[in-house]
């Protein structure tokens, strides 16, 4: 039996990439799962994946949504708890990168998807699953990123708003403390996702970029981040709250290069 059987554990943007590999991190730990992504067939696809490590059917739960439109949020939170009755784990993974400057022509535009998204789409979910999870004693671990704490060129509006989910977990994590929630946060740098294919750069160009910008030499891949959200969601993580964990090669304590 798991560390984590018996608790539920909600991840969004579960369809790809850190969310996809943190869910299979949990299922093999034992946990019950909402997947949440827009992509309803990876979902489903990473379903089946969840179930061959050896979960039953009804202890994984699908569902497509989009975090940008309110009631679909609400549906998550309330199809979570009609399906589970209780909510132990909610991982904020969803997001995404658009490239911005002070110069571009739709700034304002990318600007508020990006708030929207990957902000304001944490702060709804949060705020409803809280009852849950101050319940069950629960926890939060967000998904943010080394454009929370470094400045990356190029990258302003999605820097703002991983800046902004940093602030948002140490004052959500000294807001539940004393209701016995945690809440922390991971900061991967380069990371080999989809993600870091919507630029037009093939993943050897992105292996060479990482290779300059991390002190380590390289990328990091999802397999290096999911058990790091999992040990913060564990009992191991029992006194560690309000914690932004650097994933990054190193990259966060390094001068620009």
Known sequence: MG?????????????????????????????????????????EKYAQDCLAKGLTKEKVLTIKADMCVEDDVKRIMESTITHFGRLDVLVNNAGACVLSSLSSENLMETYDHMIKLNVRSVLQITNLAAPHLIESKGCVVNVSSICGKRVVPGMLAYNISKAAIDQFTRCTALDLAA?????????????MTPLQTVFGMSAEDNHERARKVHPMGRAGEVNEVAPAIKFLASNAASFITGETLSIDGGRHVSCAR
Not at 9 to 23: M, N, W
Not at 179 to 191: D, Q
């Open 3 to 43: 560390e984590f059987e018996g608790k539920v554990v909600l991840i969004t943007g579960a369809s790809s990439g850190i969310g996809a590999e943190t869910a299979l991190e949990f299922a093999s730990s034992g946990a019950s799962l909402v997947l949440v992504g827009r992509d309803e067939e990876r979902l």
């Open 179 to 191: 209701k016995g929630v945690r809440v922390n946060a991971v900061n991967p740098g380069a990371i």
